[in-house]
């Protein structure tokens, strides 16, 4: 793993290595400490005030950073975006894993398409009924990071169930013959030029990652942002492409406070994944290790409500992903340092 240079560009370089136009410099506003700036979008950015900078690094694929924030504690930052953040990193984990676990009738196999933290794997093996996680992730050196420094999941990359494998997932999942109760996209949002946007296609969802769910199998993956301004980035496309391919699709969001927005996941099966509130506490109760922090059964049903606005958009949404007619997040990440 290569050492990112000493001016800190959390985004100086693309991810094939070229530096690019933008570039970090010193927040003259506030000498006291430092900083960690993400560019949302052209006018409006998030930034955070640091404790340090704990390691950073450059991978074949992406930067690489793990920032200990004043408000959020330790923060892993890949290609200038946060990834999670140490005190609420539960939410999004929880949401992500939870629901389509708990809605079908007895997951014992996971296929987890990215991941590299491990927090993904660590909430599919609260589950008792789970004989194998397979967690794929392209990136070596993000999970190796993620290994030594967030020894949060520590048990989890130890855990005798938990299969890691480094490869791309897509395929991976050509690939396997074996097929799964759930596929989990625990991916980076689509960027321009990144390597994740083609796992959001309906051509990929169609004929290759259907086709490796067994019958009553379930997919679910993260969805990005979907706030009131947010939401028509990628979340209407991404449930609008997965419809095309499931038969039942549900969509379901909550705040993230270190995204520092409203965050959306869409879950689809061919099988109806619809029960009640008091259902799912009962099989919270009775198929889970530990006690969950956020999900229970009266939440999840509130979350697959939308606000009027979203609500419109998604049942307006025409757009379909493909590799040539993509949606990208927007935005950049960039470290000011003294």
């Known amino acids: 793993m ?36 993400e560019i949302i979008d052209d006018d ?59 809605c079908h009738p007895n997951p014992k196999t996971v296929f987890i398409m990215g991941g590299g933290e491990g927090s993904a794997a660590r909430e599919a093996l609260k589950h008792r009924s789970m004989d194998r996680v397979v967690m794929c992730d392209i990136d070596k050196e993000v999970v190796d990071f993620c290994k030594k420094y967030l020894i949060a999941n520590s048990e989890a990359f130890s855990n005798k169930k938990l299969d890691l494998v480094i490869s791309d997932a897509k395929a991976e999942l050509v690939k396997r013959k074996e097929r799964f109760d759930i596929i989990v996209g625990d991916l980076a949002d689509p960027l321009e030029d990144g390597p994740c946007y083609q796992l959001y296609t309906k051509s990929f969802y169609e004929k290759i990652l259907k086709p490796k769910l067994n019958d009553n199998g ?40 270190s995204f520092a927005d409203t965050w959306g996941w869409v879950m689809a099966s061919d099988q109806p994944l619809s029960i009640c509130a008091e259902e799912m506490d009962r099989r919270i109760a009775k198929r889970i290790d530990g006690e969950l922090l956020y999900l229970n059964g009266a939440w999840f049903h509130s979350s697959t409500t939308m606000n009027k606005t979203v609500y419109q958009s998604l049942q307006n949404e025409t757009h379909v992903y493909t590799e040539e007619n993509a949606r990208f997040i927007p935005g950049h990440g960039m470290a000011f340092r003294l």
Not at 21 to 29: G, K, L
Not at 66 to 76: E, P, S
Not at 244 to 251: A, E, L, M, T
């Open 2 to 37: 290569g050492e990112a240079p000493e001016e800190f560009y959390i985004n100086g370089f693309s991810k094939f290595g070229h530096e690019t136009q933008q570039q970090n410099h010193v927040n003259d506003q506030n000498h006291d400490s430092s900083w960690y700036e």
């Open 44 to 102: 409006l950015k998030w930034s955070f005030k640091l404790n340090s900078v704990l390691h950073k690094a450059i991978s074949e694929y992406q930067d690489i950073a793990l920032l200990d924030t004043k408000r959020f504690g330790k923060a892993l930052v890949l290609d200038g975006k946060m990834q999670s953040a140490e005190t609420d990193e539960f939410i999004y984990h929880e949401c992500l894993i939870h629901p389509p676990l708990l």
């Open 218 to 257: 379930i997919f679910v993956t993260q969805a990005g942002p979907a706030g009131i301004f947010t939401h028509k980035e990628v979340f209407t496309s991404i449930y609008n492409t997965i419809k095309q391919v499931f038969k039942y699709v549900i969509v379901y969001t909550t705040h993230v406070p």
